[in-house]
């Protein structure tokens, strides 16, 4: 039995210039940041999240990057890699009980995976 996704809620954004992309951001989702830090800047619009990630942060991000939200990470993260996906990012807590890992579809293509406890 496969476990069901949530959806995707959260896209993290690469920046090269955090206050430039912090401005353009507001502008666009008309709001200011939740989140407002030198290593992460976080939005909330529309019940999605929006993240700005200093230089591709620690994950070394050259793109966006879209978090699937989910239940159960560990057993997402076997049946995507059962089904071919390969691990780049194990899953691991990044503050407030949060869950991430990323992978790689056969392209190379790099998914997010998100749980919340």
């Known amino acids: 039995m496969t ?15 955090l ?20 290593y992460y800047v976080g939005f909330e619009a529309g019940g999605q999240h929006i993240g700005l990630v200093p230089r591709g942060g620690p994950q070394d991000m050259t793109s966006p ?17 059962a089904a071919g996906a390969t691990v780049r990012e194990p899953a691991h807590d990044v503050g407030g009980g ?6 790689t579809d056969p392209d190379g293509n790099i998914l997010g995976l998100l749980q919340d406890r």
């Open 3 to 17: 476990s069901p996704t949530q959806g995707i809620k959260t896209v993290l954004h690469p920046v090269s210039d």
């Open 98 to 103: 949060r869950l991430v890992a990323t992978v």
């Open 19 to 38: 206050a430039a992309a912090k401005a353009v951001y507001t502008a666009l989702l008309g709001t200011a940041p939740q989140a407002d830090s030198p």
């Open 65 to 81: 990057v879209a978090y699937w939200h989910v239940s159960d990470i560990e057993a997402k993260l076997a049946e995507v890699t």
